[in-house]
């Protein structure tokens, strides 16, 4: 989507709107930490994010593999900074390029600041001398695939402080191509305002979108405003010198004087602001909090479909995903990358024509054997990996090896079923509650187009002991609503069901459109998401010493356990999949490996769906 587009709806609606800048890490870490916090910040609901150019060699090869991140795997409506700087004609093509196919369709084109080791801004050879140039040839080459975004110097800009030179240069750019502004940051809003009453008056009429950087820490602060020349308001210093030594109340102070700050922009009719995070969440969602801003129940995060969409070349129009990627959606993304097309979701068979392997980066377990260790403890039976999945239900950790998400709202409807579950050794990686015809703008189950309507069938996926999966399979037989499909490790497929095809699990209803049918159950899906649910495992066995309990309880689970699915078809009926369950509970729950039998760590054996008594709750 285009930015002009977002713009234009914020001023048509009345709703303002938000969006973030990052810039890329220098290590590898700090890379990955960064995708990990951009992914929770998509939590407070930015229109877009911006990633800035780094000039030269790695830094650039690394904002373009960031575009590809976030787009693809994070869904992030991203625009993608560009600069002369030691660009050449064939480098800003190659980076061009690199972001259609990530399928990003905005640009923030830029002259960029003169490399370090140089005072003053030179043209590389071959390349684009001023912002301008290279407006006119992404134009060119692309036509209106991209929106482009330009910069705006309300206090002028390092190498020139002619403010009428700088409006020419400004046009210039706009009758280029360019359809959009972004302002360096300020903190004297009259100015700002003294200069878009400027820029109008010059016959500029595209959106104007101001920088807003908040304030974590009083010396940053400073540094910034100096390195920009930017004009501190009166009494900001005085309200902030008397705190100057504690963060903390630098960080409530500063988020009030910002947010007066935006409240005037937005009193002034500009309903867009842009935030220069510096890629940490703090000061930013403070100042979202100050305008009560930031997503709550009563003011959810709007969901287009139930799961997040990615944005990559080619999946934009993709609305059903099997429900087994629920709890891993980057991981879908992955193995799917490669498709040539995505399911339509109308009613007909949706399946693959492959899903890719499980050796891809960032399929398999993430984070290094001691981290994991340190996240899931050294579970030494059933009984203590039951624990870590209550916990995980309660909040009391947020991942699994199972899920790379902490557990969602809705799990709240059915928690204490889950927790039950987890009790007697069935073991739950993923579930959702029935549901039946909420509208579609509900606080946690909407999703979709307003004025639509949403229904969900009950299901349920567990990883069940050789020991109870033949009396779950001959009690099953006994309620025609639900379908089931289990399998091992090792392939042996069992089903109720004689239909390959997809089993709608979520779908909506809306005012003229089709019914959506955005997560599905099917066989063909279901086997290479097994592959890819016992690789997790192993992976997580692998994290402790050979031999050791910890080692061989995991492992012997992935050997001889099974990944059973239950769906109950009645969506009037929410409790039924529980009720076939109760009273099952997992033979030798406490048993360590090596040991004849007894209880570890103060875990006994439940009795007749008796609690755990050392269970965390």
Known sequence: MHIREMLADAERTGNPSFSFEYFPPKTAQGVQNLYDRMDRMYQFGPKFIDITWGAGGNIAELTCEMVVQAQTYLGLETCMHLTCTDMGEDRVNDALQRAYKAGCTNILALRGDPPREKEKWEATEGGFQYARDLVAHIRKLYGNHFDIGVAGYPEGCDDNKDEDLLLDHLKEKVDMGATFIVTQMFYDVDNFLRWVQKVRAKGITIPIVPGIMPIATYGSFLRRANH???????????????????????????????????????????????FYTMNLAQATRMVLDELDWMPSPNRPLKQTLPWKQSLGLGRREEDVRPIFWRNREKSYVKRTQDW?????????????????????????LTGTNEQNRKKWGEPKSIAEIANLFIRYLNKGIEYLPWSEAPVASEADLIKDDLIDLNKRGLLTINSQPAVNGVKSTHPIHGWG???GYVYQKAYLELLVSPDVFPEIRRRVKDHPDLSYYAVTKSGNLETNTSNEGPNAVTWGVFPGKEIVQPTIVESISFLAWKDEAFQLGVDWARCYE????????????????????????????PRTIFEVLSGLTVQDLNKVPGQANGTTNGFHHPTNGAEASAVPQ
């Open 228 to 274: 920009m020349n930017c004009k501190i308001p009166d009494g900001w210093m005085e309200r902030l010198e008397s705190v100057k030594n504690d963060d903390v109340a630098v960080r409530e102070i500063g988020k009030t004087l910002v947010a007066d700050m935006c409240r005037k922009i937005l009193a002034a009719g500009i309903p867009h602001l842009h």
């Open 340 to 364: 040539d097309e995505f399911p339509n979701g109308r009613w007909g068979d949706s399946r693959s024509p492959a899903f890719g392997e499980l050796d891809a980066y960032g399929i398999g």
């Open 449 to 451: 187009p307003p004025n």
């Open 546 to 573: 050979a031999g050791s309990p910890s080692r061989l309880v995991i492992g012997e689970m992935m050997d001889n356990w099974y990944l059973v699915n239950i769906v109950n078809n009645n969506f009037h009926e």
